[in-house]
């Protein structure tokens, strides 16, 4: 049996936003390509890529709202969320709260018009889960469990109570615990590993300073410049200024490049994963030493 709640206020509003950020992302891509290389023209690659990051986030919670539904099936509830899965076991269901007889709490995490995802405080509750999309208390019903509750939307709850109990008083056919579980794309390791991630938000963040200084030094260099190579004996060669500013395209895609072959191959070899991610940091800082270096003798 698959309980729905009403979701299309909520996917209107993610919608909206991730439209919102896409259509900036294509204005400031629009501004940046083409112009010339300035840290104006950098900031407005930055404002591009954040905005269409911020729309895929958009996208993807949106997607969670339209997924959202609440299936029973024989020993075990299961909360779908987007690409995540939560399976309470109907042993565990304690008692049902309507959300009428409780005072509202303040929901920490996704909360918008229509979507309430997240942890809230409830009081004579305690800690409580929400995949929600209410628009008033009376829309909510409270699943008290041996772990955490639960608060969903439910509009015929006598229904939903009903189903949860019919299978209660029968005895398991299988054991199922508390837990959550994610597929797809989200499946993937390196969303659950810290370091991962902070590893590549670093090489990130050093490619943006590369990409800054290489075009906020770039007007002001002649047509002209000489190119040292002391590897090489010392060799200086006369060349178009343009060469300098590939080191700031090159950063750019060894950092893309790195990011995606690392994170699949952070799903079978977590050492291998992150060790491309790091050397893609390292990467951005030679280069910016050689940045700094060439525009210096420019």
């Known amino acids: 049996m698959e309980f729905q709640p009403p979701r299309a206020l909520g996917v209107i509003v993610?919608?909206?936003?991730?439209?919102?950020?896409?259509?900036a992302a294509l204005l400031a891509?629009?501004?940046?390509?083409g112009a010339p290389a300035e840290f104006k023209t950098f900031v407005a690659w930055t404002?591009?890529?954040?905005?269409?990051?911020l729309g895929l986030l958009f996208a993807n919670w949106a997607y969670g709202v339209f997924a959202?539904?609440?299936?029973?099936?024989?020993?075990?509830l299961t909360i779908r969320w987007g690409f995540r899965r939560i399976v309470v076991p109907i042993a565990a269901i304690q008692r049902m709260v309507p959300g009428r007889t409780l005072d509202s709490a303040s929901v920490k995490g996704l909360n918008w018009w229509g979507c309430h995802v997240g942890e809230a405080d409830v009081k004579r509750l305690g800690f409580t889960l929400f995949f929600s999309t209410?628009?008033?208390?009376?829309?909510?019903?409270?699943?008290v469990t041996t772990g955490e509750a639960y608060a969903l939307t439910v509009l015929?709850?006598?229904?939903?109570?009903e189903e949860i109990q019919s299978r209660a008083a029968l005895a398991p056919v299988e054991e199922y615990s508390h837990r959550s579980a994610a597929t797809g794309l989200a499946a993937m390791p390196f969303w659950r590993d810290r370091v991962s991630m902070l590893a590549l938000g670093i090489a990130a963040l050093a490619c943006a300073a590369l990409g800054g200084y290489v075009f906020a030094r770039y007007p002001d260099l002649p047509n002209v410049v000489e190119l040292s190579f002391p590897e090489l004996g010392g060799i200086v060669r006369v060349g178009n200024k343009g060469e300098l500013l590939r080191m700031a395209y090159l950063g750019a895609g060894i950092?893309?490049?790195?990011?995606?072959?690392?994170?699949?191959?952070?799903a079978r070899e977590r050492a291998a994963g992150l060790w491309l991610m790091a050397a893609s940091g390292l990467l951005q800082?030679?280069?910016?030493?050689?940045a700094v270096l060439a525009y210096s003798r420019a």
């Open 156 to 161: 015929d709850q006598a229904a939903f109570a």
């Open 29 to 33: 891509g629009a501004v940046a390509f």
């Open 255 to 266: 950092l893309g490049f790195n990011a995606a072959a690392g994170v699949v191959l952070h």
């Open 285 to 290: 800082g030679v280069l910016f030493g050689a």
């Open 134 to 143: 209410h628009s008033t208390p009376d829309e909510l019903l409270y699943l």
């Open 14 to 23: 993610g919608g909206a936003f991730a439209a919102w950020a896409f259509v």
């Open 68 to 76: 959202l539904s609440y299936v029973i099936d024989r020993d075990a």
């Open 47 to 53: 404002v591009c890529a954040a905005a269409a990051g």
